[in-house]
């Protein structure tokens, strides 16, 4: 029996030696949401700070793409994108730019009272992060380049919203679900 033992203790230890030094991740769980997560392009992570505001992991790409229709592409700045709050107060900041297709650029042109001409523009970046609460989104002016990247405009524009309340399934509410969902806010 003690021989017996001898051999059991001499063939384990080497298993035993490689658990210390190898390391192991034993969820499966995990590693499979991981993976979906940087399939759908969620940061890996965020941080808090004191002050209980998140900020998203600097990871990637400096602009997250969030949202598209036919007139723009809407992303957001990672280096902006933070969330606060709790429950019903809970509120995620970011720079906003809009990418316009050729389309986008001649409606934006043609319904801006002529502050622009049509076929300019070309992107769009809010002055000061954009609000997204729970109820409403907050927005600022933009400024507003060609392909050359020369300001044009620095104001009001249609696809600028000052302050408004979602309306169910619009753009901006699916905007703030995604943000929402950056920070783990899904509800």
């Known amino acids: 029996m003690k021989k017996f033992m001898r051999i059991l203790t001499v063939l384990f230890i080497p298993l035993f030696m490689a658990t210390l030094y190898n390391p192991v991740d034993a969820s499966w769980l995990s590693k499979t949401l991981d993976k979906l997560d940087r399939a759908l392009g969620i940061p ?38 933070e969330a606060s709050g709790q429950a019903q107060n809970r509120v995620v900041r970011a720079h906003v730019m809009h990418v316009f297709t050729p389309l986008g650029s001649q409606w934006i042109g ?5 502050n622009v001409k049509p076929d300019v523009i070309t992107v769009s970046i809010s002055n000061y ?13 933009k400024k507003y380049y060609d392909v050359h990247g020369n300001l044009i405009y620095d104001g009001w524009l249609n696809d600028t919203d000052d302050y408004i309340r979602y309306t169910p399934m619009s753009e901006q509410e699916q905007i703030k679900d995604t ?6 806010w899904n509800y």
């Open 129 to 141: 992060p954009e609000k997204y609460t729970t109820t409403n989104l907050d927005g600022f002016s």
């Open 179 to 184: 943000l929402f969902a950056m920070f783990g």
């Open 44 to 81: 890996a992570g965020t941080t808090t700070t004191s002050d209980g505001t998140m900020k998203a992991s600097q990871r990637g790409e400096r602009w997250i793409e969030v949202s598209s229709n036919k007139y723009y592409t809407t992303y957001v700045d990672r280096r902006s994108l």
């Open 110 to 114: 043609n319904t801006s009272g002529g």
